[in-house]
Every structure is written in structure tokens, then in C-alpha cells.
């Protein structure tokens, strides 16, 4: 039984976050941050996810550390019930030929662990993420093991393949930031106006009891059923058992109930109150109508809670392993090759003549159980905290350990006090997994390809991703102990210590990718861009689309796939930067913001999101949204570093707001300067229509938009198409997911531009049925019924991983305006007829890329 230990990702623009995956037998574990693009990073380097048994978050709680936490479990989930289909599948034929059948693989639950507040972030997504397949169990670490004994060397968690030591540091607190002042927004005109009337910054609170989140994450969110109930059941508090999972409400907030129960036999000050019960995961009678009799998940606010100041590092050790078993001298003492099984496992054995035969008299010398070390020192804050622990100068832990993976801070990796601590411990290989001592390497590399291929054909439509696959960082000499990390360093740590440099992630020919494309496709290419220049078109394209305003509109399909993110597309995004008025985000999906610094040079990426305007939620399915706090978070930043008092328009649903305002109480994303114009307050209903009146008048406030326009359309529950009308009079039209809507069609009539969903090609018509999505036919019919004047086609299933199957057997004269989006592509408004021009040779390219 070998374990192995893989760096999975190290920070780049794709995933910020440093992961370490450790793989044991048939188990998996994760350690480090489970940043945005880690499952998809993942996917690209085809590190299996699905026997995922444990997470270990390193570094302080935050959307930074793990934004893609949800993403990966949700992947987790797939996995299991896609193996599990299978394997039924399978039985089935099994079953048939009366052959053996296959064992069901049971997998129990997930444990996430972490430091303060993750139970708060992770129960803080309960809006979108609920009733999901597979159960989780959150490890939420509040103490120091070894703050009163330094001397215990006892493991905090251990399974029969590993033993983890947490090592929890306290940053200093003289340099804590202030904690801005959330409550600070008023109420004006209807509008939430962010205004501050008192001081900005608060004194610091406490971090929340996480019981209440805790329990809404494994009997809410994570539950293992998709048909549980997603709310609470009152019960009478002299009714209640020690054994229920039961809270109250003070205060307008969720508390968790720690008795007294009327069973320990003392009479209840209030017997009567009212408490509510979490339903059992075995409890699958379904929601039924929300009444009086129960309540909603949602109603009540957590409990609020504090910046966490506390980062996690991990110490990782195999379990000892006995020896190897001397075959021939167990057999001299008369033990039956079939007993040996009992030896290696530690067992006593039967020999001759009645002997009894131990395994220390024929198992070699035991192996002592290998280990690496996670260290995770986000500032300089934590540097102190992090050198003072007690477990540096325990032998006994440190004795062992083969690798220690530095996740660290800006400009962390030249501390002299890290240096001094590797002086110390040469015997361990020091991995530096920083963003200034790794390279920003293309970490899809299929996209990649794909992409400079494309651009073969189009370069004006499809550009390079933006790369670096240098390091600013010394290279250490040869007889170093420190290594830079990259992505796919691997080592075997037991039974036999094995560095495998050979499985690191080369840096992708992107040179030889575009030589190889096909000199049909790129004849075809040739003539389309002699189609495309040739002045009868040009003249036709101005006299037809002269009333288009914002024709230098650009737009950028940032996300083109849905479900889940693939090695060749990210999920749901698309920019739209409109020149003069500001820049539009049509869904932001995980990863949105890395893909946004991939497709633009440093510079540009700095520009969007300085004049970044509003972000439209079109429903709260994951693929559509898990990256807005992480975009908005830079937002903010950006502004700080301009001095800017900017705001930024949401559209969303009251219950995203929620969501963001919770996730804001752990970590300021700057929520104090968003604003909701589609559900301007909490208590207020939710807006179809929001005029410019709602806006503000001044164009500071407006956010250049004239209205937002909201149409209901059938997907999932509250999913809203919507058409941005700006000042200038361009209107922009997205269904985000839905099945064809007449409603929106007719509400949206003449758009400018349509981006519409277009999951799956004709053949699947029974399919997009079923999940309540749209074929191609149906979203060009919707446009056609619109008249939309030009419609990107995008939101593809990811069975369609190039579009190879998603042909187009016609470009009539009325579909001119229609285009597939790809990952990255950029095209104006005003070029959708000369870009179309390419068609064929993008639909050549794909199908050969295909065979």
C-alpha cells in the first residue's frame, strides 16, 4: 500500500491557492487551500477527486482560502453518485449472465476541517447549496493542543493511514486591522444608500459559536439526500431530547439549544418556548409548503461573528508499518503459507509442534511512519506566532518528515526567519509554494491549445492567454534543501521514500500547437478573411447596423460551459466593456476572476475592474455565481489602491444579498459599497423593473444604466432573465439558464444583443427538457422572436468540450448576427458579420480537433 503526495496546484492566476493531495490506498486527502480553480485544476491535470475522505484548510478562514471548497465537494458528489450508477449499471449486465456482482462502494461523509470560522462560511452559502447527495462533517478548530501541555505529542486526528497534528497561530495583534463598520448602511428613498453616518470601523467583536452553522451544514446543506427537509419542525422546549439537534431564535438570530431538557429531571424556567429541530437526514418527506407550522432555513440570520485571527499549518505522518515478512523462516517454523496473512497483520500464527510463532520473530525491522509538513503563513503577522511553536523542538514529531510545503505570503519566501528555520532542518526538502517563487503557467493546457489554434484562424477575435513561465525568485543552487513549486511534484512517501520529478506539469508547447493546425483549415481561414475585408460587406455592415448604438461594445466569454468547470471550458461569465460608460458581468462563475486575468494584460485586468458597473446573478445554480466574492473582494481593493469611493450594482435575488453580507462578517470583501438595486432592502420585495429613478439620477450613482428589466423563465427556482438598458441607449438581453421563454422574448423585444443559453445541440431535445434548458434551435428561436439584433450563443453542456457536436448546418441571412462563444474569445458588437465570416473554418477546426 503506497502513499503518495502530489502538489495539485500552486498560485497562479488560475488557482490563487496552493493545494497538497495525498493519496492512500483507496483514500484521499487534501491539504493546503482549496482555492477558486481547484477543481478544475483537477480535471486538467486528471488527479481523481472522487475518493476525497478529508479536507485540511491551511491559513486563515476566507473566500482566498476556500472559494473552491463548495465546488469541490459538489464534484466529490458527482463522482460518488456517477460511480455508483455504474457500478449499478454494471450489476445489471452482471446480474443477466449470472456473474458476480460488483460491491456498492460506501462512502459516509466528508470531513472539511479548519480554523475559525468555517462552519460560518460554509453555512453562509445555505442559499444556494442545499439538500445535496453527500454528507459533510466540519471540524471547526477553536483550541491549541498543545498550549497546556507542549510536551504532548499526541496526535489531534488520526484514521488507520494517517496522523495529523494541528498547529493553529494567532496573528499579532497589534497588527490587526479594524474592522469596518457593516451596520453602517441606511436606508434612503427606498434605496440602500451606503451612507456612513458614524465611524467606519468597529471595535473588535468575537468569533460566533459555531454549533448553529455547523448543524445547518450537515443536516441542511450536506445531508446525503436530495429529498430532505430544508427547514426547521417547532417542538415545545419541554418536548425537546438531549439527542435533537434543535436551535431557538433571540434576537432575530439562529442559537443553538444546549438544554435543559425536562429529562434530566429539573423543571424548565420556560417549557412552553418554542424551539426548532433539524430534520433527520433519514427524514425524506419533502418540504411541502412553507406555513406557519415550520420555518424556512433562510428566515434567520446566523449568529454574527468576527475576522478570524487564527492560520492553520498541519504536521502529516504515516502510520508505522511492520516489517517485511521473511517468507523463509516463517515456513522454518512450520507456519502455513496461509497463515501468513496473520503475522503481517500483526497476528500470532500456529507453527510445528504446537509453537506459537509472534511476528517479531519473522517480520524485519518496522518502518517508521514518514511525514510532511504543511506550513501556511498567510503575513508577517503570523511569522512570530508560526517560529514560537512548540512542535519545532518536539524530536519526536519532527523525526521523519521528508517534506515541508511553504504556503506563504507576498515576499514571505526571502524571510530571514525562514531561512533560519530550514538552516535548522536541512535533512527536509523545504517546497516554497508562493506566488513570487512560482511560475504562471498555463494551468489548462488543452484550452490553451485549442485557443492558439483558433487564433491561427482569427486573431483578432481570439488572442494569447496571458502567461509568465518565469519566476522572479533566485533559483536555489543544486545542493539546496529548498525547491520551487510547481504544479504535479510528486514523491512516494511510503513505503519507500521516491521523489518523482518526472510527473511535474511541463510547461505546454503552445508553439508547436499552432504549427499543427491543418493547411485545409487554414485555406479556409484565408478566404474568410478575405470575405470578411472586402469593402461591399464593410458597407453593407455600416449601413445596417448604423443605429446599433455602442458598437465598440466588447465582449468577452470569460465562462462558456455549464454544470461544472472542464479542462477546455470554465463556468458561467461573460464580460461586456462598454467604452465611456463602464464594464458589465453577465454571471460570475468560480474562476471568473482568474479567467478575467488570463484573457487581459496586467494592466487591462486593473481597468476592468476599475470600471467594473454592475454584476447580474441570473439564478443561484453554482456554475452561475461561486466567483463573485472573490471578484468583488478585488473590486474593492482596486479601489482602495485608486482612493476611490466607488460603489457596484448586484442584481440578484434578496437571498444572494444575504449570503454576501454573511460572508462579509469573516473577511471585508467591501460589501459596504455594494449595492442591490434588485432587492434594495432585506425587508422589501425583490424588483422585476428597476427604473433610473431607483438608480439615482447622477451618473455616479446610475452605474450608466438606464433600467434593469427582470423576466421570470423556467429553470429552477426564482431564475430571472434580464435586459440592461444603459444610458446610451444599448440594451443587453441573458437568459442565463432556462428553457425558451416567449415571456422574455416579447419583454426584451429588439435587444442589441442577446446572450443566450445553449446547452444542448437538437439531438438532445429530450434532454433539455428534462433539466430545463434550451437546444440550439430554441435559442434561435427566442432570438428570432426578440429580433435581436446579435446573439453569442454560450452556456454549453460539457459533453461538447470543443463545440465539435454543436454544428451550425446553416448560416442564413437572418442568422448573420449569431455566434458561438468560446473561452476567452473577444469580439465587438459591431463585427458579429465579419466574424461569422470564420464560421466555417472554426467548425473545420473543431471537427478534425475532434477525430
Not at 506459537?356 to 508577517?380: C, H, R
Not at 484573457?599 to 452561475?624: F, G, K, Y
Not at 429588439?750 to 445553449?758: I, T
Amino acid at each position: 500500500m503506497a502513499t503518495t503526495v502530489e502538489v495539485a496546484t500552486v498560485p497562479s492566476t488560475d488557482t490563487p491557492g496552493s493545494c497538497i493531495y495525498m493519496h492512500h490506498d483507496k483514500r484521499s486527502y487534501v491539504f493546503g487551500r482549496v482555492a477558486e480553480g481547484t477543481q478544475r485544476a483537477f480535471g486538467s491535470r486528471k488527479i481523481h477527486m472522487g475518493g476525497t475522505e478529508h479536507l485540511f484548510l491551511s491559513g486563515a478562514v476566507g473566500w482566498d482560502q476556500m472559494g473552491g471548497l463548495v465546488g469541490y465537494l459538489l464534484s466529490v458528489g458527482g463522482a460518488i453518485d456517477s460511480a455508483k450508477e455504474h457500478t449499478s449499471q454494471e450489476n445489471a449486465k452482471r446480474q443477466q449472465k449470472g456473474q458476480k456482482l460488483l460491491k456498492q462502494t460506501v462512502h459516509h461523509w466528508i470531513g472539511v476541517h479548519g480554523g475559525d470560522n468555517l462552519c460560518h462560511v460554509l453555512a453562509a452559502c445555505r442559499p444556494v447549496i442545499f439538500r445535496q447527495p453527500i454528507r459533510v462533517r466540519p471540524h471547526e478548530h477553536r483550541s491549541d493542543p498543545r498550549a497546556a501541555d507542549a510536551a504532548n505529542v499526541e496526535p489531534d486526528w488520526t484514521d488507520d493511514a494517517i496522523r495529523v497534528w494541528k498547529l493553529p497561530v494567532r496573528r499579532a495583534t497589534s497588527s490587526s486591522p479594524p474592522k469596518r463598520r457593516h451596520s453602517s448602511v441606511e436606508r434612503t428613498n427606498g434605496t440602500a444608500s451606503g451612507a456612513d453616518t458614524e465611524s467606519p470601523y468597529k471595535s473588535r467583536s468575537t468569533i460566533s459559536d459555531p454549533d448553529v452553522a455547523a448543524m445547518i451544514v450537515e443536516k441542511i446543506m450536506f445531508s446525503g439526500s436530495l429529498s430532505n427537509r430544508s427547514v426547521l419542525v417547532p417542538r415545545k422546549l419541554h418536548d425537546l431530547r438531549p439527542t435533537d439537534s434543535a436551535v431557538t431564535v433571540e434576537d432575530g438570530t439562529l442559537k443553538a439549544y444546549k438544554g435543559p431538557y425536562a429529562t434530566d429531571g429539573i423543571e424548565l424556567p420556560n417549557p412552553n418556548e418554542t424551539a426548532w429541530v433539524f430534520p433527520d437526514p433519514s427524514d425524506t418527506s419533502g418540504d411541502g409548503d412553507i406555513g406557519d407550522d415550520i420555518l424556512a432555513i433562510n428566515h434567520f440570520p446566523l449568529p454574527r461573528t468576527c475576522y478570524s485571527e487564527t492560520s492553520m499549518s498541519y504536521i502529516v505522518k504515516c502510520h508505522d508499518r511492520r516489517g517485511k515478512l521473511n517468507a523463509p523462516a516463517a515456513k522454518e517454523l512450520g507456519v502455513k503459507p496461509q497463515d501468513f496473512k496473520l503475522l503481517t497483520s500483526g497476528q500470532n500464527a500456529p507453527g510445528k509442534d504446537g509453537m506459537t510463532v509472534t511476528p517479531d520473530m519473522v517480520l524485519g525491522e518496522p518502518q517508521p511512519g514518514k511525514g510532511i509538513i504543511v506550513a501556511d503563513i498567510p503575513s508577517q503577522d503570523f511569522m512570530v506566532s508560526f517560529m514560537e511553536r512548540p512542535e519545532w523542538n518536539s524530536s519526536e514529531l519532527m523525526e521523519h518528515i521528508a517534506v515541508m510545503y511553504w504556503i506563504l505570503g507576498p515576499g514571505m519566501a526571502e524571510d530571514a526567519r525562514v531561512h533560519s528555520f530550514i538552516q535548522k532542518h536541512p535533512e527536509i526538502k523545504h517546497v516554497f509554494c508562493a506566488e513570487d517563487t512560482c511560475p504562471n503557467m498555463i494551468t489548462h493546457p488543452g484550452a490553451a491549445e485549442v485557443q492558439v489554434k483558433l487564433r491561427r484562424i482569427d486573431p483578432q477575435r481570439f488572442p494569447l492567454a496571458k502567461f509568465d513561465n518565469t519566476v522572479a525568485y533566485p533559483a536555489p543552487p543544486a545542493d539546496s534543501p529548498i525547491e520551487l513549486g510547481r504544479a504535479g511534484k510528486k514523491l512516494q512517501l511510503m513505503p519507500r521514500l521516491v521523489f518523482k520529478d518526472q510527473a511535474m506539469a511541463p510547461f505546454p508547447d503552445l508553439v508547436g500547437a499552432s504549427e499543427a493546425v491543418d493547411e485545409e483549415v487554414l485555406a479556409l481561414a484565408s478566404q474568410a478573411k478575405a470575405e470578411a475585408s472586402d469593402p461591399k460587406l464593410l458597407a453593407k455592415i455600416e449601413e445596417t447596423e448604423k443605429n446599433i448604438p455602442n458598437r465598440d461594445a466588447e465582449i468577452i466569454p470569460l465562462g462558456t460551459g455549464s454544470s461544472v468547470p472542464s479542462k477546455h471550458r470554465n463556468v458561467s461569465g461573460t464580460l461586456i466593456r462598454v467604452p465611456g460608460i463602464g464594464d458589465y458581468l453577465l454571471d460570475c462563475g468560480e474562476g471568473t476572476l482568474g479567467q478575467i486575468r488570463r484573457a487581459c494584460s496586467a494592466a487591462e485586468a486593473v481597468d476592468v475592474l476599475r470600471n467594473l458597473r454592475c454584476i447580474v446573478i441570473s439564478h443561484v445554480h453554482a456554475d452561475h455565481h461561486m466567483g463573485t466574492a472573490s471578484l468583488i473582494k478585488a473590486w474593492y481593493e482596486q479601489t482602495l489602491r485608486d482612493n476611490s469611493s466607488a460603489t457596484l450594482a448586484i442584481s440578484c435575488i434578496g437571498r444572494y444579498r444575504a449570503m454576501l453580507e454573511e460572508l462579509s462578517q469573516v473577511e471585508d470583501i467591501g460589501f459596504h459599497r455594494l449595492r442591490f438595486p434588485s432587492c434594495p432592502w432585506p425587508k422589501e420585495k425583490d424588483r422585476d423593473v428597476t427604473t433610473r429613478e431607483d438608480l439615482g439620477t447622477d451618473a455616479s450613482a446610475n452605474f450608466g444604466l438606464a433600467s434593469i428589466k427582470r423576466i421570470p423563465v423556467p429553470h429552477c427556482w426564482r431564475s430571472y432573465g434580464t435586459q440592461l438598458e444603459l444610458t446610451s441607449g444599448l440594451r443587453i438581453a441573458y437568459s442565463g439558464d432556462c428553457r425558451p421563454s416567449s415571456a422574455f422574448a416579447q419583454a426584451c423585444r429588439g435587444a442589441h444583443l442577446l446572450v443566450h443559453e445553449c446547452t444542448f445541440g437538437d439531438d438532445k431535445q429530450d434532454h433539455a427538457k428534462a433539466k430545463k434548458h434550451s437546444t440550439m434551435a430554441e435559442a434561435l428561436g427566442v432570438a428570432r422572436e426578440m429580433g435581436a439584433r446579435r446573439t453569442l450563443l454560450t452556456h454549453f453542456s460539457q459533453r461538447y468540450s470543443k463545440a465539435d457536436s454543436l454544428r451550425r448546418e446553416r448560416v442564413d441571412g437572418e442568422e448573420q448576427g449569431v455566434l458561438l462563444a468560446f473561452d476567452l474569445m473577444r469580439v465587438r458588437l459591431g463585427e458579429f458579420q465579419q466574424a461569422a465570416c470564420y464560421v466555417p473554418a472554426v467548425q473545420m477546426l473543431m471537427e478534425k480537433l475532434a477525430d
